[in-house]
């Protein structure tokens, strides 16, 4: 053994015994901590916080402890770190003295592992890269160095991010902290009050980054990011389940993870709507109807407010309640907030009158006029409490009023209900509903919002979809992530600023990802095919993939075959075609005694998984089954495609009994010159 490799594992064996120090030490808070806590809620709080964090570090020893070590030279540009070495971890360690034996990755220093280079080492003479055996109890395997003051960097090169990338896909998806890339990382640290949009084609890393940048702003700013600061919407049950670990690996638990229909409603939608009609619920114009909708019900006064108090008749004329009214509209606020605003101007003028007479008016006084019948009776005629489920039912009843001018009669009569509920509480409402509802409520009152919000493949969003999170952010910034490639759903966006303006942030720069690692070089030229000129430009790390197209008319005996295949190779297998022939699919898996996830359980190597529900995972064998069918199954039916053939890790295998699509066949046309930019970004 190398003397340097000695030194590391002391110093393994050192940061071991400050972790086994630390874990004491927390266990014995957890059983002091309400003795020292003066009062039972805060003893509650403090003891949750201290059985949290030693349950965190009790988890601690089965991982690497630390994956990166960086040194620094005695030049000025080392700064305050001149001559120190650090190692970098998921986590910070500190010995007995309060020694930092492991930084976290997300401190301020740890950026120059990431990003220095041979031509810019930013003080760094050395970084080295550890790598650990994988299997239980984790050991430490060696190492890969670069000396950056030798000129030496090793990039997209090193050993240990190939080996990294090449690790077969079981169970949900991992972290990358050890090995971020310096594009990547840019992103993952940039300021909390940027909004970021990242275009980048499969397997660029996008989820990836998303959720590191999330870890490292709650790391940034914990204060200010505390409680619901950070939300992470993604695009369906399947994806969030597949990406829940990664950030409590990192040691956030307290994000949310939504899809939209879940951030809409606790319940999920009774309806579904006629392709038709969610074209129609989806597009933006809707914003302007539903807006006229609800303004729709102020009215003019049409008489005075005339209260008796004690010997007085206090009034406020017809005149000043249409002038107040008009005020108040102009003003733009919610409505919920304009129509206690107009009450408050109703009683300011009563209590004027009051004070006229010589009388001081008492907080109680005013609190009874303003609550009381007269008052109030005027406020439900000129701006009565609206709520979203009745107007939305009124407007679905019949559209024409607050359509008219905006919609084509085709398009009211795709929305309008062939039979209206009895009232708004019998209604059943449909995912776009939600939408709606959500719009009106937000009409009425600004929702409670995020301080950060990561959406992930945002390029499948409708208009009216990004307005609900615009809604949220208001205060705060977004980190927008997806691929116009893979847009599938019929309002997908065409071009980023546009989607941008939609979520509220029409000046957001749109940045690129162009590093691909996870698709093999053969597979991404493959279904590149499908979409000639527009698929995104992507450098696939991967040379190692294999791919396997064969003709067959017995499509289940040929899937079987090809699951027994890949079942001699380590990693997760999915099997993706239409919802239609997956069920005849599972069975003969099922039949020859091929163990097959469910949705309750998913311990199994073998996925069967409609294409519909493909988006965001990956699997490091990939069976696609009858592709032409997955094209016209829908209208978008090649960006799915796309899709579905872009989740393989490793291998891809294409079944077909029906020709392939023309475009997998053709030869390829030769593209039109690319500039700079990924086609998808414009
Ligand atoms: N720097 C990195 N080092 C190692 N692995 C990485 C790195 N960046 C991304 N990966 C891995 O590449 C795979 C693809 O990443 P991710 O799912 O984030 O890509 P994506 O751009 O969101 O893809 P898609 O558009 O297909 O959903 C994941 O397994 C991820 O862990």
Request: charged fraction near 25%; aromatic fraction near 4%; include cysteine.
């Amino acid at each position: 053994m190398s003397h340097e490799l000695a030194d590391e594992l002391a110093y393994l064996a050192e940061a071991r015994r400050a972790l086994a120090w630390m874990l004491a030490h927390a266990r014995m808070r957890v059983s002091t901590g309400d003795q020292v806590a003066g009062d039972r809620y805060t003893a509650e709080r403090l003891g949750r916080m201290l059985k949290s964090h030693a349950k965190e570090l009790a988890e601690e020893p089965d991982s690497p402890l630390y994956f990166g070590r960086l040194r620094f030279g005695d030049g000025d540009d080392a700064g305050e770190h001149r001559n120190q070495s650090y190692y970098l971890g998921r986590r910070r360690v500190t010995d007995a003295d309060g020694r930092a034996l492991v930084i976290d990755w997300r401190a301020p220093v740890s950026a120059r592992f990431y990003r220095a280079t041979a031509r810019d080492p930013r003080g760094v003479t050395g970084r080295r890269r550890f790598g650990w055996s994988t299997r239980h109890p984790v050991q430490l395997t060696g190492y890969e160095d670069e000396r950056l003051d030798h000129g030496e960097e090793l990039g997209t090169a090193s050993r240990l991010l190939a080996a990294e990338i090449e690790r077969p896909r079981v169970g949900p998806m991992r972290d990358i902290v050890a090995t971020i890339q310096p594009d990547q990382d840019e992103l993952v640290r940039a300021d909390l009050d940027r909004s970021l949009c990242v275009q980048g084609g499969p397997g660029t890393g996008k989820t990836a980054v998303g959720l590191h940048r999330a870890a490292y702003l709650l790391y940034a700013h914990r204060r200010r990011l505390s409680r619901n600061g950070v939300l992470v919407v993604g695009p369906n049950p399947a994806f969030l389940h597949y990406i829940a670990a990664v950030l409590p690996a990192l040691g956030e638990v307290d994000v949310r993870q939504r899809t939209l229909d879940t951030l809409l409603s606790q319940t999920p939608p009774t309806a579904t709507d006629t392709a038709d009609a969610a074209r129609v619920k989806h597009d933006v114009r809707m914003a302007a109807i539903l807006r006229r909708a609800l303004y729709a019900n102020l009215e003019p006064p049409t008489g005075e407010v005339l209260v008796p108090d004690g010997s007085y008749r206090l009034r406020v004329s017809v005149h000043a309640l249409a002038r107040e009214l008009a005020a108040i509209e102009a003003e733009d606020v919610p409505y919920g907030v304009g129509r206690e605003r107009l009450r408050a101007r109703i009683v300011a003028m009563l209590q004027r009158q009051l004070e006229w007479h010589g009388e001081t008016p008492t907080k109680r006084w005013l609190d009874r006029i303003g609550r009381g019948r007269p008052v109030t009776a005027v406020l439900d005629r000129m701006w009565p409490k609206i709520r979203p489920e009745e107007l939305l039912t009124a407007l679905l009843t019949d559209p024409t009023t607050a359509a008219d001018g905006v919609l084509t009669a085709d398009e009211q009569r795709a929305i309008r209900w062939p039979r209206p509920p009895r009232s708004f509480r019998s209604a059943k409402w449909t995912s776009a509903d939600h939408v709606l509802l959500d719009e009106i409520a937000g009409l009425i009152e600004h929702p409670a919002g995020f301080r950060h919000i990561v959406v992930d493949e945002a390029q499948d969003l409708s208009p009216m979809q990004c307005r609900v999170l615009a809604r949220r952010s208001e205060h705060g910034s977004l980190t927008v992530l997806g691929d116009l490639a893979q847009g599938t759903t019929p309002w997908a966006a065409t071009t980023w600023p546009e989607q941008m303006a939609h979520l509220g942030r029409p000046d957001a720069v749109v940045e690129a990802l162009t590093t691909g690692f996870r698709v093999p070089a053969t597979v991404l030229n493959l279904a590149n095919r499908l979409l000639p000129g527009t698929a995104p430009l992507t450098r696939s790390l991967r040379t190692d993939g294999a791919l396997r197209i064969r003709h067959d008319d017995d499509l289940a005996g040929a899937t079987v075959a090809a699951v027994h295949a890949a079942l001699q190779h380590a990693g997760s297998i999915a099997v993706i075609a239409t919802d239609a022939r997956l069920a005849t699919l599972s069975e003969a898996l099922r039949a020859a005694g091929v163990e097959v996830n469910t949705a309750d359980d998913d311990r199994h190597r073998v996925t069967a998984l409609p294409a519909t529900l493909a988006k965001g995972l990956e699997f490091d064998h990939v069976i696609a089954v009858e592709p032409d069918e997955i094209v016209r199954a829908e209208p978008r039916g090649l960006n799915r495609l796309y899709v579905v053939l872009t989740r393989a890790v490793t291998r891809l295998d294409v079944l077909h009994s029906r020709p392939l699509p023309a475009l997998l066949t053709e030869p390829v046309r030769e593209a039109p010159p690319r500039t700079g930019q990924p086609a998808g970004c414009s």
